[in-house]
């Protein structure tokens, strides 16, 4: 009798969630014919993407809350590998990164859960979630069977990942009815025995009752076969939901349908356009899933922050992501509803199932606050503070000197030299400035693949620092084997002679607070790379954003929390600070800024600034031109038809060139001068689409880069939602020309060209003219 009062009690004092997943009773969820069944019932899913890792635990289950308001009965989640295993062998799944209670929360609000647990996830998350140390191994390769020390350790992950969440699928009493494998492996290979690998990974480590998931896109799902997993497909806001699923209900007759991921919006990219999704096409295609009884997933129900050095990056051209995951979703930065939200909640209460009642909109634990403006006096600069430096023999990137994240010095001593002399630098990941005896002499920015630099004549030897800061590793496609640093070597060009530099110091500098914290501050003024340290009082807490726009680049730590990346160039220009990461009383801010400062305050707001895009003066103008096809021919001509989806162009015979350009002559709409494509793939002689990891945009007549982020890059970034757009408005004519350097020469036996795949067919490319040539084109 005793031991069950002791028992009793235990009980009464643990967490309410973790009673509640343990007195659940079991129950069921499969993918039936044309139905999802939960226990045995047809249940059309409507699920919101959130991600624990973007939002402080505080507010975990006000934002649970705030999608269920919205409409939703299931959260779809991430599982973050790096986020868990940050160093080799060590796993953390604590605090802010529990995400078994996440799960529990979701159950506690009387919600379901998808999971995903990769490994790879992309999400615009640092290496798409992968841990950074894999990079050590020099030969690596991800997501392929053929790296053997990759899948052991995906192996390892995902046995942990099981000891937390698998006694939470449906079977067991949690909320968990289906577990994803991978993520849209279709846009990345098309081996069907790694993805089983995958599959019984998972199924092994414990996840063995849920029912299994797979997502891809309309264009891909069939470039492998996967048994015992329901297949999503994944496309953006306002597509046209026949179309996407035309295909798919061919090969799948029987199978439930579901949108794995309909993006709310999308994520922001430094120096581009602040991305947004019209409200109206959104809600348009989402009402179409609904009427036909298509389940349904919102990436993102809620985005939040991409907080420290988590934020992702795409290549080519490589484009890192923003702190900010606002992502133009229902559910804002700071938790609070938008237009879209209501607009959600509008919709899905005329679609609500047997039972099902909307709840009321809960309120924010936290309110919108404005700190006073903040001013620093206390620096440290960087030259003064380096850390004890490691000496290495050849240049390497941060990873193989058990570096992270953050950013990494190069230095060494080169002798006098009366001529201007070339310095190369192979490659520059992601961002550099080059110093003599301290004084900077140039800056070098990969995103548009620069790498060299004139050093002066030198009167007498001299020091050359290379400061170089790594921002988002990249999260998708071909690129993702992304170290930090410098990756390769650096040469220095004097005449035609050319030497291999060696023999450098290297100064770690990882984004850690502890590292921030222990650098000597002083009132002495500090140009150059420097550390900047306030404190400032509150008198309430609340969410709030910080307008970083007079600084230059860098990040900022509040109490030790670190609030992410800024950079002047935008668009996101503020660094939203969570109401928990703040107390009454005293507070202290170090900001580290390795580009200069114009004022050295912070105005606080209470509003983000999103989509301002600053001036880059590190960038050099380029002088138009104009593309001269005189006397060039054409490799083929001809007229594309106007249905959805790609079109494969046979060449006559197998073809040699480097440098190839598209040219759209006609619209397919008659009165349209604009052109838009989505994806471009060039065939090699093998019939498949060749690499594009070394592609350029040479040339493009028009683009559309100041309204929206729609350049002509999107044509090879492998997103099809994405595309390259003519300038909007009437200043554009027919016809337009894109010219895109390979990188090297290659045999082609065709292109494949995909229109845009949403509702309008603006742009859509009737006849056109496609050219290839060895050499450059003329202008
Ligand atoms: C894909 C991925 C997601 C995310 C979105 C874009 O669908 O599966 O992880 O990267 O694109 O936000």
Request: hydrophobic residues 35%; aromatic residues 12%; proline residues 5%.
């Amino acid at each position: 009798m005793k031991k069950y009062v002791v028992f009793v009690l235990m009980l009464l004092l643990l967490p309410t969630g973790s009673i509640r997943a343990q007195e659940a009773q079991p129950g069921n969820f499969i993918a039936g014919n044309n139905d999802f069944l939960l226990n045995g019932k047809p249940f059309i899913i409507r699920a919101g993407e959130l991600h624990y890792s973007r939002i402080p635990r505080p507010y975990w289950d006000h934002r649970i809350k705030m999608a269920k308001a919205m409409g939703m009965n299931t959260i779809c989640i991430y599982l973050f590998w790096n986020f868990h295993e940050q160093q080799e062998g060590v796993f953390d799944f604590s605090g802010q990164k529990d995400v078994a209670e996440f799960v529990r929360l979701i159950q506690k609000n009387g919600m379901y859960c998808i999971l995903r647990p990769g490994p790879y996830v992309c999400a615009e998350w640092d290496m798409g979630g992968l841990p950074w140390w894999l990079l050590k191994k020099q030969d690596l390769k991800v997501r392929t069977r053929s790296d053997a020390f990759f899948m052991d350790k995906v192996k390892t992950y995902m046995n942990e990942a099981a000891k937390q969440l698998a006694p939470l699928q449906i079977q067991n009493g949690g909320p968990i009815i289906m577990v994803q494998v991978e993520n849209e492996y279709g846009t990345w290979g098309s081996d069907g025995k790694y993805m089983e690998i995958m599959r019984d990974d998972i199924r092994e480590a414990g996840f063995n009752k849920a029912q299994l998931l797979r997502c891809d896109w309309s264009s891909n799902f069939f470039h492998y076969k996967l048994d015992g997993a329901v297949n999503a497909l994944n496309f953006g806001a306002g597509s046209n939901i026949d179309d996407q699923f035309r295909k798919f209900k061919q090969m799948n007759p029987t199978s439930p349908l579901m949108c794995g991921e309909y993006w709310t919006g999308w994520f922001d990219q430094w120096g581009r356009p602040h991305e947004t999704r019209d409200v109206n096409s959104f809600i348009g295609s989402l009402k179409d899933m609904m009427d036909r009884k298509i389940s349904f997933s919102l990436y993102m129900a809620h985005g939040g922050t991409s907080f420290g050095q988590w934020a992702g990056a795409n290549a080519p051209a490589y484009a890192p992501t923003t702190s900010s995951y606002d992502y133009n979703a229902p559910i804002d930065e700071a938790g609070n509803p938008t237009d879209k939200f209501y607009a959600i909640r509008n919709l899905l209460k005329n679609y609500l199932q047997e039972g099902e009642t909307l709840p009321e909109i809960p309120q924010n634990p936290e309110k919108i606050i404005t700190v006073p403006t903040i001013n620093f006096t206390q620096t440290a600069g960087l030259f003064e503070n380096l850390p004890v430096a490691k000496q290495s023999e050849n240049i390497q990137p941060m990873e193989f000197f058990n570096q992270g994240w953050g950013s990494i010095m190069y230095r060494k001593q080169i002798p006098a030299c009366n001529q201007k002399q070339t310095l190369v630098i192979n490659d520059v990941h992601d961002w550099a400035k080059v110093f003599i005896n301290g004084k900077m002499i140039g800056i070098l920015d990969r995103r548009r693949s620069e790498n060299t630099i004139e050093i002066p004549v030198l009167k007498s030897g001299s020091r050359l620092d290379i400061l170089v800061e790594g921002m988002g590793r990249v999260n998708y496609g071909e690129a993702i084997i992304d170290r930090k640093g410098i990756t390769e070597n650096v040469t220095l060009t004097e005449g035609k002679n050319k030497t291999d530099l060696k023999n450098w110091k290297i100064y770690n500098l990882p984004v850690d607070y502890d590292f921030q914290n222990k650098v000597k501050f002083s009132t002495k003024p500090s140009t150059g790379p420097t550390w900047y340290k306030a404190t400032f009082n509150l008198t309430e807490t609340g969410y709030t954003y910080l307008n970083m726009s007079s600084w230059g680049k860098g990040m900022v730590w509040v109490n030790g929390h670190n609030l992410g990346r800024f950079w002047k160039i935008g668009p996101t220009q503020t660094l939203c600070v969570p109401g928990c990461y703040l107390k009454k009383g005293s507070n202290e801010i170090i900001v580290f800024d390795i580009d200069n400062p114009k004022t050295t305050t912070i105005e606080g707001l209470n509003y983000p600034i999103l989509d301002v895009i600053g001036k880059d003066d590190s960038q050099q103008s380029k002088a138009a031109r104009r593309l001269n096809l005189n006397g060039i021919n054409p490799v083929i001509q001809g007229s594309l038809p106007a249905e959805s989806g790609w079109k494969t162009i046979d060449l006559d015979e197998l073809t040699t060139g480097r440098y190839f350009c598209f040219e759209a002559l006609s619209s397919q709409n008659p009165n349209d001068p604009s052109t838009t494509i989505a994806e471009f793939e060039i065939i090699g002689e093998d019939g498949k689409a060749i690499s594009t990891i070394n592609w350029k945009v040479d040339f493009v007549d028009s683009e559309e880069t100041v309204k929206s982020a729609n350049g002509a890059d999107k044509i090879f970034d492998k997103q099809e939602s994405i595309i390259w757009e003519t300038k909007t408005g009437d200043k554009t004519k027919l016809p337009h020309q894109v010219v895109i350097d390979m990188g090297k020469e290659v045999k082609i036996k065709g292109f494949r060209i995909l229109p845009r795949s949403d509702k309008s067919n603006l742009g859509v490319v009737k006849d056109y003219r496609f050219y290839l040539e060895k050499n450059p084109f003329k202008f």
